[in-house]
């Protein structure tokens, strides 16, 4: 099943994507988010959107990315990723969770250090540290759906399991029909092949 998105379908100031996913498509050729998959956290027509890329791990974890701290027990073997171009000096803690009832992924962000302790303590949500955000000013996000730079679809349920990460982007953009699972599967660089 086919989940593109069109600006001209529901209009620029209808349009929310908050609790969806942007896949990258193939064509996009920014570094910062060539292959990328990203979570919306909030979309709005006047204010933007704020999102997550979900598989650019930096391997580590955040005791590792901070090892002079001394306050971060139950956080200490959170995964970082990178979350995206913008505010690469910040270390974004966020909480993903199933709804089971609306069958739709929560995401809590820029929650503080205490929140994020608590979190983990619950085992209820999944954590995950990014260091920077993506970003998009009133309207920008609504251009790059009308070049066609992204895929949007909802996400699933066992969207966090470890194993998925390295192939998030080619499982997912293959999702979408054969054309698509073929580029999926080339090489990142045709050279290579």
């Given at each position: 099943?086919?989940?593109?998105?069109?600006?001209?379908?529901?209009g620029p100031s209808?349009?929310?994507?908050?609790?969806?996913?942007?896949?990258?498509?193939p064509g996009l050729l920014d570094p910062n988010f060539r292959r990328s998959v990203l979570f919306i956290s909030t979309h709005e027509a006047e204010?933007?959107?704020?999102g997550l890329i979900l598989n650019r791990p930096t391997g580590q974890t955040v005791a590792g990315l901070l090892p002079d701290r001394d306050d971060l027990r139950e956080v200490g073997s959170v995964p970082v990723l990178q979350g995206g171009p913008v505010g690469r000096d910040q270390l974004v803690f966020a909480s993903f969770l199933w709804n089971t009832q609306t069958m739709r992924m929560e995401c809590r962000?820029?929650?503080?250090?205490e929140d994020a302790r608590s979190a983990v303590r619950e085992h209820r949500a999944v954590i995950r540290?990014?260091?920077?955000?993506?970003?998009?000013?009133?309207?920008?996000?609504?251009?790059?759906?009308?070049q066609h730079a992204w895929l949007v679809k909802p996400p699933e349920a066992g969207l966090?399991?470890?194993?998925k990460v390295p192939r998030l982007?080619?499982?997912?953009l293959s999702g979408f029909g054969p054309?698509?699972?073929l580029t999926a599967e080339a090489p990142e660089d045709p050279s290579l092949n």
């Open positions: 099943m086919r989940y593109l998105v069109s600006v001209r379908e529901f209808s349009l929310n994507l908050a609790g969806n996913l942007l896949i990258a498509h204010e933007g959107a704020f962000h820029h929650l503080s250090l540290a990014f260091v920077g955000y993506s970003g998009w000013g009133k309207g920008q996000l609504e251009g790059e759906l009308q966090f399991q470890a194993d982007w080619r499982d997912l054309a698509f699972r």
